[in-house]
C-alpha cells in the first residue's frame, strides 16, 4: 500500500511541478486564478441530485429542518467572525461568543465554517436568499481577513481565528488542540459557499488557503508529515481532493495525497481491523478522504480502504441506532456490554459515516448501504435535535434510564453543534439518486424531485414510518422511458406491494434489494408502495440477554419519565454523564418469547409491555420523540423462573430474625 500510495503521490506532484519540497507557497502569495473542474477518474453507476433540485414536503424532516433554519438566522456572523478579525488585528466591535467559539478556546473558528456549510446547505435545499446573503457577507470578511495575514506576521493565504503558530506545535509535536481540524472546517465551508452559492470569491480564497497548506506540508520530509498526522485533522484530504475537482489546481491533489494517514490507511487496505481504543471521529474523515482519492486518481486501494473500514464500523462496531463509539473512541467488539455509558454515540461520527455510506452507495448501489443509511438517520440524525429549542446532541447516550443531553445557543458549539447545524440542513440529499436510465427510490420521506435534465418532476407523498405506505406521482409533459428502483428494506419481510395506478405488479428479489419498475413513463401515473412494518428484537453484540427493540426501522425507547431530571441544556457536553440514574425495569422474559408481551397501541409507532416489566410496565415510543425524558433502548432480560426463585428467597430472609439473616 505504501508503494501504490507514493506513486500517486508522486504522479501527483510531478503533475504540480516537481517534488515533494516543491509544492510551494506560489499559489499562495497572491490571489489565485481559478482554473477549469476536472471530472472524476472513477463516476459511480449511481449519483445524487442537487440538492437544489429535491424540495422536502411536510414531515418529521421538513420539522427539523425548519427548527435548523430558526437557529442558523439566530447566529449573528459578526459575533462568529470576530476571533478573525482579531487574530490580524482588524477592529471589531461584535461580543464573543462562548464554549468552544470562546477567544480563549483553541478550537475557536470551526463553528464558522460549519455555519457558512449549513448555510450554503440551506440554500441550496430552499432556495431562500437570505442564507446566501449571509454566506456572501462572511466570504467577504473572511477575504479581507486573509488579506490581513501578512501584516499580521502570517503567511500569504493563512485564514483562521487562532494564530499560524499553532500549526508550528503540531510540526513539533507540541500540545495543541486539532488546527488543522478546524482549517479544514473552513475550507469546507468556503469550498461550500462556492459550490452551492456560486460565490467565486470564496473558491478564490479556499485556492489562496489551500496555497499556504501546501507551502507548510512541503517544509517537512514524508516521516514529519506523518508525525503530525497524529494529531486530529479533520477531513482535510477531502476538501484538498473536492478543490482539485473544482479547479484542477494540482497541488490540491499532491497535498490532499500528503495528509494520507498510513498508520490507518494501511492495515485497512490489507482488510485488518487495528482501530480499537482510536478516536472515532478522527478516522472517519480520513477514510471519506480516500474515497474522494479514490474517485479522484482511480486507485483502487483507496477504494478498499473505504469498503473495509465502512463494513467493520457499519456492520460490526455500531449499536441498533447505527452509531458507534463510548467516550469517542472504539472499542473492542466482544465489549459492547461493557459500554452501555452516558457517553456512546458521538453525533459527528455519525455525520461522517453517512457521508461515506453516500460514496460507496454510489459506487454500488444496493440496499444493505441504504438500509443502514435510514436507520442512522431516523434513530441517530434525527433524533439528535432537540424539538423545543432546535439545540443538539453531542453524546447521544444508550445508558439505561440516562437522557438526551443538548446544546445551549449562545454557550456551547461543540463539534456535534457544527455538523448538527449542516445534519438537519441536507435532508434532501439522499432520497433519490439516479443514472442515466434509473430513478433509485431509496428513503421514504415525503418531498418533491424536480430532475431537470429529464424535465420530470415526481412528488412523494407519505406519513412513513407512521404510515407504512408511499406514493409517487409522475410529471412528465413528454412521455419518458426510465426504471424505477424501489428499495425493498431488509425489515420489510413480510413483503412489498408496488401498485401502478391501482393495478399490482409482480414482484420479484427479496427484502433487501431493489425492486424494478421499467416503462415509458406518461403524465400522471401513479406508484404506490406498500412496506408493511413489524416489531422485532435485535441484541446488543456479543450478547444474548440484553435486547433493543425495532418497529421497521425505527428504535424504540422506553419512556422511563422525568423521574429527578435535571435540566437538558448544558453548555458541558459531559456535565450530565457523571449524574446518577435511576434503575430501570428489567423484562421477565427470554429472547424468543418477549415480543409476545409487547402490543401495539392506537397512538402511531406506540407500544406497552405487559405481564413483562419489573418493577413495572414499560411504554415503548420512537427513540427520535425520545426527548425531555428518562429512556432506555437495550433491556437486560431475565428467566422467569430464576427471578422469582430470587425474589422468594429474598422475602424468606426478610422475615428471619437478625442474627439468622
Same mark, same amino acid.
Given at each position: ?297 482511480? !486507485? ?7 469498503? %473495509? /473500514?465502512? +463494513?467493520?464500523? #457499519? =456492520?460490526?462496531?455500531?449499536?441498533? $441506532? ?100 449542516? !445534519? ?7 432520497? %433519490? /439518486?439516479? +443514472?442515466?436510465? #434509473? =430513478?433509485?427510490?431509496?428513503?421514504? $420521506? ?112 422506553? +419512556? ?102
Amino acid at each position: 500500500m505504501r508503494r501504490v500510495l507514493q506513486r500517486y503521490l508522486a504522479a501527483a506532484l510531478l503533475l504540480a511541478g516537481g517534488s515533494f519540497g516543491c509544492l510551494t507557497q506560489t499559489a499562495a502569495a497572491e490571489s489565485v486564478s481559478v482554473g477549469a473542474p476536472v471530472p472524476p477518474v472513477v463516476a459511480g453507476p449511481a449519483q445524487p441530485f442537487a440538492l437544489d433540485e429535491v424540495r422536502l414536503l411536510a414531515g418529521p424532516f421538513d420539522d427539523a429542518m425548519r427548527r435548523d433554519q430558526q437557529y442558523l438566522l439566530y447566529l449573528e456572523p459578526d459575533r462568529l467572525l470576530r476571533n478573525f478579525r482579531t487574530n490580524v488585528g482588524l477592529p471589531v466591535t461584535a461580543k464573543p461568543y462562548g464554549g468552544w467559539e470562546a477567544p480563549d478556546c483553541e478550537l475557536r473558528g470551526h463553528a464558522l465554517g460549519h455555519y457558512l456549510s449549513a448555510l450554503a446547505l440551506m440554500y441550496a435545499s430552499t432556495g431562500d436568499p437570505q442564507y446566501k446573503q449571509r454566506v456572501d457577507y462572511i466570504v467577504a470578511q473572511l477575504a479581507l481577513c486573509q488579506a490581513a495575514s501578512p501584516a499580521a506576521g502570517f503567511h500569504p493565504g493563512y485564514l483562521s481565528a487562532f494564530p499560524e503558530s499553532f500549526i508550528d506545535r503540531v510540526e513539533t509535536r507540541q500540545r495543541v488542540w486539532a488546527p488543522w481540524y478546524t482549517l479544514h472546517k473552513i475550507l469546507a465551508g468556503l469550498y461550500d459557499a462556492s459550490q452551492l452559492c456560486g460565490n467565486q470569491q470564496a473558491l478564490t480564497v479556499a485556492e489562496n488557503m489551500s496555497g499556504w497548506v501546501a507551502f507548510r506540508v512541503s517544509r517537512l520530509t514524508p516521516e514529519q508529515m506523518q508525525a503530525s498526522l497524529q494529531e486530529e485533522q479533520g477531513g482535510m484530504t477531502e476538501v484538498l481532493a473536492n478543490l482539485y475537482a473544482a479547479t484542477g489546481n494540482t497541488n490540491d491533489l499532491a497535498t490532499a495525497l500528503a495528509f494520507n494517514h498510513q498508520r490507518v490507511i494501511q492495515p485497512l487496505a490489507a482488510h485488518e481491523d487495528r482501530l480499537d481504543h482510536l478516536h472515532a471521529n478522527t478516522q472517519i474523515p480520513k477514510i471519506i478522504g480516500a474515497a474522494r482519492e479514490y474517485e479522484m486518481t482511480g !486507485n483502487p486501494e483507496f477504494a478498499e480502504v473505504a469498503r %473495509f /473500514f465502512w +463494513d467493520r464500523v #457499519a =456492520l460490526h462496531r455500531s449499536y441498533v $441506532i447505527g452509531d458507534h463509539s463510548d467516550r469517542e473512541h472504539f472499542f473492542p467488539v466482544n465489549d459492547f456490554v461493557k459500554h452501555l455509558s452516558a457517553e456512546t454515540c458521538e453525533t459527528c461520527n455519525e455525520y461522517n459515516l453517512l457521508k461515506l455510506t453516500r460514496h460507496l452507495f454510489a459506487w454500488s448501489p444496493d440496499a444493505v448501504t441504504m438500509d443502514f443509511y435510514e436507520r442512522a438517520l431516523y434513530n441517530d440524525i434525527l433524533a439528535s435535535q432537540d424539538p423545543e429549542q432546535g439545540m443538539f446532541v453531542y453524546l447521544m447516550s444508550l445508558k439505561p434510564g440516562h437522557f438526551k443531553n443538548y446544546s445551549t445557543p449562545d454557550d456551547s458549539f461543540w463539534c456535534c453543534v457544527g455538523t448538527g447545524m449542516e !445534519n438537519h440542513a441536507k435532508y434532501g440529499d439522499t432520497i %433519490f /439518486f439516479h +443514472d442515466d436510465h #434509473a =430513478l433509485y427510490l431509496n428513503l421514504f $420521506i415525503a418531498a418533491e424531485l424536480h430532475w431537470r435534465e429529464k424535465n420530470l418532476t415526481v412528488r412523494q407523498d407519505t406519513q412513513f414510518p407512521e404510515k407504512d405506505s408511499t406514493r409517487l406521482t409522475f410529471q412528465c409533459p413528454q412521455p419518458l422511458a426510465l426504471a424505477l428502483k424501489v428499495r425493498w428494506p431488509a425489515w420489510a419481510q413480510s413483503g412489498i406491494t408496488i401498485r401502478l395506478n391501482g393495478h399490482k405488479q409482480t414482484i420479484t428479489g427479496a427484502p433487501g434489494s431493489y425492486v424494478t419498475v421499467d416503462r415509458t413513463w406518461q403524465n400522471g401515473d401513479r406508484v404506490d408502495v406498500r412496506l408493511p412494518m413489524s416489531l422485532h428484537t435485535e441484541p446488543l453484540p456479543g450478547t444474548t440477554n440484553i435486547v433493543a427493540f425495532l418497529y421497521g426501522p425505527i428504535v424504540l425507547a422506553g +419512556d422511563l419519565g422525568t423521574n429527578n431530571l435535571p435540566s437538558v441544556y448544558n453548555p458541558d457536553q459531559t456535565a450530565s454523564a457523571k449524574l446518577t440514574d435511576p434503575p430501570v425495569p428489567v423484562f421477565l422474559a427470554g429472547p424468543e418469547d418477549v415480543l409476545k408481551h409487547v402490543r401495539a397501541t392506537r397512538e402511531p409507532l406506540v407500544f406497552h409491555t405487559h405481564d413483562l416489566g419489573q418493577p413495572n410496565e414499560v411504554r415503548l415510543i420512537p427513540f427520535y420523540q425520545a426527548n425531555h425524558i428518562r429512556y432506555s433502548v437495550y433491556w437486560t432480560l431475565v428467566d422467569p423462573v430464576e427471578w422469582h426463585k430470587h425474589h422468594a428467597r429474598a422475602e424468606t430472609a426478610s422475615l428471619l430474625p437478625a442474627n439468622l439473616n
